[in-house]
């Protein structure tokens, strides 16, 4: 057996990023983060935006403001650029496997939840406009005091379902998400849309999720026993 799989407790809770993991939505923030600076004074291009994939909003807009002051304030940037994401957000489709796996897990009775670095109001919307039942919650960077790299948002996932941080998988498709959930203990599934992207904190990388042995990391404790 599997040393990694013994050394963890049985699953209880499946803790999902949300942009560009559950819905293919980077693509939408893109256009509209490029819009919302280029009206503003900053000549973001598409590669320079793919640079920052997994970086909390507050950090980009303070490196943009170091580089150029803007005169629109953090909030009004960021809500700009919200207003312009959710206007499309009908168009955005999740990504392929994605909420067929999370009827899985619920038929195998795991708690699910959302942990994103995305603010409350895209947050919400994208809960919404998923449509599943079964998240329990979404939290959102406005949520925490620390968002992702730092484990905050997932200790603090955990604690409000009431699981232990090591009886916890996340699934991400950033370094920084899967940063944050390596910090906090948990057992980090990094399923990544851009294969050039380096993941040394996961615990698995994966094509499909869904090829993982879920059948072993929900089993342990009966596993166990049986040896």
């Known amino acids: 057996m599997n040393a990694s799989i013994l050394a963890r407790p049985p699953l209880q809770a499946i803790l999902w990023d949300i942009d560009g993991t559950l819905l293919d939505s980077e693509p939408w923030h893109q256009r509209a983060t490029i819009a919302v600076c280029r009206l503003h004074?900053?000549?973001?291009?598409?590669?320079?935006?793919?640079?920052?994939?997994?970086?909390?909003?507050?950090?980009?807009?303070?490196?943009?403001?170091?580089?150029?002051?803007?005169?629109?304030?953090?909030?009004?940037?960021?809500?700009?650029?919200?207003?312009?994401?959710?206007?499309?957000?009908?168009?955005?489709?999740?990504?392929?496997?994605?909420?067929?796996?999370?009827d899985a897990f619920a038929e195998r009775g795991l708690l699910q939840a959302c942990v994103s670095n995305s603010g409350r109001r895209v947050v919400e919307a994208n809960l919404r406009h998923m449509g599943s039942p079964h998240f329990l919650f979404g939290l959102s960077r406005d949520d925490v005091s620390k968002g992702k790299p730092d484990p905050e948002p997932y200790l603090t996932a955990a604690a409000r379902l009431g699981v232990s941080p090591a009886a916890c998988a996340v699934i991400e498709d950033s370094p920084t998400g899967a940063r944050a959930a390596r910090a906090a203990g948990m057992l980090t599934i990094a399923w990544p849309q851009h294969t050039d992207l380096l993941f040394e904190a996961a615990d698995h990388v994966v094509e499909d999720p869904a090829a993982l042995d879920w059948d072993g990391l929900c089993g342990v404790a009966e596993r166990m026993a049986a040896d």
């Open 41 to 102: 004074g900053h000549a973001l291009s598409d590669t320079d935006y793919a640079a920052t994939l997994g970086v909390a909003f507050p950090e980009l807009y303070a490196r943009l403001h170091a580089a150029r002051p803007m005169a629109l304030t953090f909030r009004e940037w960021a809500d700009a650029i919200t207003d312009l994401y959710l206007e499309r957000i009908a168009e955005v489709e999740a990504r392929a496997g994605a909420l067929a796996l999370v």
